[in-house]
């Protein structure tokens, strides 16, 4: 079964950090692209973290540059991501996607509750 799932998610206060973690099962990710995303009450799903095949490049929301670190690991068939300075408006769900290739449609996780609050 094709599947992704995230963890590491919690209640922390502002400042403090988080590492989110992301294991694919039932297919390797090292042919995708692999993507952090979140999702806050009312609002709707925005990318935070993008990483390529090798983990040679990334991206990141404005939002979470200097703050937030994604990596990957083929090997282990995983993506991480590590969240720093944690704000209040870092509160959401986050979210792994394998993005799509030519032979794959988008995978998504089922997600993981972050809550930064004071």
């Known amino acids: 079964q094709v599947q992704l799932v995230e963890s590491g998610g919690g209640l922390v206060q502002p400042g403090e950090s988080l590492r989110l973690s992301c294991a694919a099962s039932?297919?390797?990710?090292?042919?995708?692209?692999m993507n952090w995303y979140r999702q806050a009450p009312g609002k709707g799903r925005e990318m935070v973290a993008r990483i390529s095949t090798t983990g040679a490049t990334t991206q990141y929301a404005d939002s979470v540059k200097g703050r937030f670190t994604i990596s990957r690991d083929n090997a282990k068939n995983t993506v991480s991501l590590q969240m720093d300075s944690l704000k209040l408006e870092d509160t959401a769900v986050y979210f792994c996607?394998?993005?799509?290739?030519?032979?794959?449609?988008?995978?998504w996780g089922r997600g993981t509750q972050v809550t930064v609050s004071s």
């Open positions: 039932g297919f390797t990710i090292s042919e995708r692209i």
């Open positions: 996607l394998a993005s799509s290739t030519p032979l794959h449609s988008d995978t």
